[in-house]
C-alpha cells in the first residue's frame, strides 16, 4: 500500500490564495488526508477560502492566525469598516462586533483570546471541526502569533500533541 504521494507531484501555485483556491482543491486526490498549511502576512485568507478547503474531504488546518501582528494593531480600524479583512477572515456569521462590545478589558492578551476563540468558535460551528487547539508564538520580545489546528477527527489531536512535544530539555520538536 503506498503510504504518500510521489515526490514528483509537488506543485507551486502562485498568487492570491483566496483566488486560486479551487485550483488548489482540484488538485487534492479523493480520499486523501491534507494538512493545509495557512500562512498569511496578515489576516489575508478569507472563510469562504478556508471553507472551500474543508469541503475538499479530510483536510486538517494550520492556520497562521496574525492576532498580535494584525488584529491588536488594527482591531478599531477593523470596526469602522463594513468589510474589513478581520471581517472576511472571522466569516459571514461571526459576531464578533456585538460581542466586541461586551468585552471591556482590552488588553492585548484578551484581545488575542477573544479573537482566537472567535474563529475557532466559526471553524467549529460552520465547518464541523470537531479537534481544536493551538499554539501562542513568541519571540524575544514577546507573543507574535499563533498557530490553531483543526481537525474534524479525533485522531487529529494525536498528530498535533506530537509535533508539538518538547523532549526533556525542554527543546520543541518542531514549533
Not at 482540484?26 to 496578515?42: K, S
Not at 478547503?53 to 463594513?82: C, H, K, P, W
Not at 466586541?100 to 488575542?112: E, F, Y
Request: proline letters at 4%; a positive charge; one cysteine or more.
Amino acid at each position: 500500500m503506498k503510504q504518500s504521494a510521489p515526490p514528483d507531484t509537488t506543485e507551486v501555485f502562485q498568487g492570491d490564495c483566496n483566488r486560486r483556491v479551487h485550483d488548489i482543491v482540484a488538485r487534492i486526490p479523493a480520499r486523501a488526508l491534507t494538512l493545509a498549511f495557512i500562512d498569511p502576512e496578515n489576516l489575508r485568507i478569507d472563510f469562504e477560502t478556508v471553507r472551500t478547503l474543508a469541503s475538499a474531504g479530510r483536510v486538517d488546518l494550520l492556520v497562521l492566525f496574525a492576532d498580535r501582528m494584525d488584529i491588536v494593531r488594527n482591531v478599531d480600524l477593523y470596526e469602522r469598516q463594513t468589510d474589513s479583512v478581520l471581517d472576511r477572515m472571522l466569516g459571514p456569521k461571526s459576531s464578533w462586533r456585538r460581542d466586541w462590545q461586551q468585552l471591556h478589558n482590552r488588553t492585548p492578551g484578551n484581545i488575542c483570546k477573544f479573537f482566537a476563540e472567535e474563529y475557532r468558535t466559526q471553524l467549529r460551528q460552520e465547518l464541523n471541526y470537531k479537534v481544536l487547539a493551538g499554539k501562542e508564538m513568541h519571540t524575544a520580545k514577546g507573543p507574535l502569533y499563533r498557530l490553531i489546528f483543526a481537525s474534524k477527527d479525533s485522531r487529529g489531536l494525536d498528530f498535533w500533541n506530537k509535533v508539538t512535544k518538547k523532549d526533556r530539555g525542554g527543546q520543541e520538536e518542531l514549533f
